[in-house]
């Protein structure tokens, strides 16, 4: 049986890759040997998480060596001048490779890696997928796959909290020492083609929950789910948006849930515009369900994403969806989205009020149709491909 690493830097917290590798390691793990290798302390260790104690899956647990202050100060003095000086080539961004990722934890990684003497090791997102990349020489044989969870948008506009455009030319070198690279939707694997030069595999995630009842469309509410980090999940742009569309109609509202950063600004914008019996945060629940099964429309409004899962559970409970024109939106709902462009509160609000007067049932079966493209077992077929092959 082939022995099966996923490389991540939480499994026992909440977030969407985690539920993602959970279930995805949790189904190959019929299959195959399975360990997820984890930054998490020993102490975050919950098999409660994600159902985590139904799988058959085992746990190592690593954290980086430190690094002397001297050496931290030349890596970091390195670092700064490639990302805004140095010319980007070969040399240049091998070298930023190394300063990044000094040699006492390139050296603890790939230890931990081939003690196990793993068939196979996936890098859980992009700054693990390079981590992995760095140290694939020293891995010796084991095939080694980056997961890239973000959309290439995302991790490499100008301004991006990932990568940024400084960073492309070394991100798109780096990712062709491994042996495969996923990605999460096929015009994502298309951009990296056309910036790269090489097409990686795209699978998407699964539907990682079991859905409750389905809605019957008789609540006149819209839901939106995800973490209130800065700007990310457009959260703001929904209350705005929310707050025009309130001026004419008087009888939908509008729950959010989730937690974060962003939770005091959003609550501060709610009563700014007077929309505290229309609009309700609430925090995350681990039974989301009844939350889509008593909505009658989802509305994603993020500036970017990688594969937003949300828009799966949501039509898996048979919800209409309206949605921001990015690429990933796009590619999973088709024509059977509401779209918005991105960042656009005028139309955003439009399209608020034109889901108020959908042909809900025709929409709601569509939903179903959509969602059960995203079956888990579906997909674990395809990634046992991609190990196989």
Not at 39 to 51: E, T
Not at 342 to 355: I, K, S, T, V, W
């Amino acid at each position: 049986m082939k022995k099966l690493c996923f490389l991540v830097d939480s499994i026992f917290t909440v977030g969407g890759v985690q539920r993602v590798t959970a279930v995805i390691a949790g189904a190959l793990s019929k299959d195959y040997d399975v360990t997820i290798v984890t930054f998490d302390g020993p102490d975050k260790k919950d098999l409660s998480m994600y159902q985590l104690g139904d799988y058959h899956l085992h746990y190592q647990f690593i954290s980086y060596p430190g690094v002397s202050p001297t050496k931290n100060k030349l890596c970091k003095a390195y670092s700064y001048l490639y990302r805004k000086i140095l010319p980007k080539c070969g040399l240049t961004s091998d070298l930023y490779a190394h300063s990044s990722f000094p040699k006492e934890r390139r050296k603890a990684l790939a230890k931990v890696l081939m003690e196990k003497q793993f068939d196979v090791v996936i890098g859980v997102h992009a700054f693990l997928a390079i981590r992995l990349a760095t140290i694939k020489k020293e891995l010796r044989g084991t095939k080694a796959i980056g997961w890239i969870h973000n959309s290439f948008d995302a991790l490499l506009r100008e301004g991006s909290p990932y990568l940024g455009t400084e960073l492309k030319y070394h991100y798109g070198r780096q990712l062709q020492k491994l042996d495969d690279v996923v990605v999460l939707y096929q015009q994502d694997a298309e951009m990296y083609q056309q910036a790269f030069g090489f097409k990686p595999t795209s699978i998407y995630n699964p539907l990682t929950l079991k859905p409750g009842p389905r809605s019957d469309g008789q609540q006149k509410k819209f839901l939106a789910v995800g973490r209130f980090s800065p700007k990310h999940k457009g959260f703001d742009l929904l209350i705005l948006a929310f707050a025009l569309f309130a001026k004419k109609n008087q009888a939908w509202q509008l729950d959010i849930v989730g937690d974060g950063a962003e939770k005091e600004l959003l609550t501060k914008m709610i009563i700014n515009n007077k929309l505290e019996n229309r609009i309700t945060l609430h925090p995350f629940t681990n039974e989301i369900q009844k939350f889509y099964s008593s909505a009658s429309v989802y509305v994603l409004s993020s500036r970017w994403e990688g594969m937003p899962l949300v828009l799966v559970e949501a039509m898996s409970h048979g919800l209409p969806i309206i949605a921001s024109d990015i690429p990933t939106c796009q590619e999973v709902l088709g024509d059977f989205g509401l779209f918005f462009k991105n960042g656009d509160l005028q139309e955003l609000a439009q399209r608020l009020e034109d889901a108020t007067h959908l042909d809900w049932q025709k929409k709601s079966d569509e939903a179903i149709t959509i969602a059960q493209r995203f079956d888990i077992n579906q997909i674990a077929g395809q990634w046992k491909q991609l190990i196989e092959r």
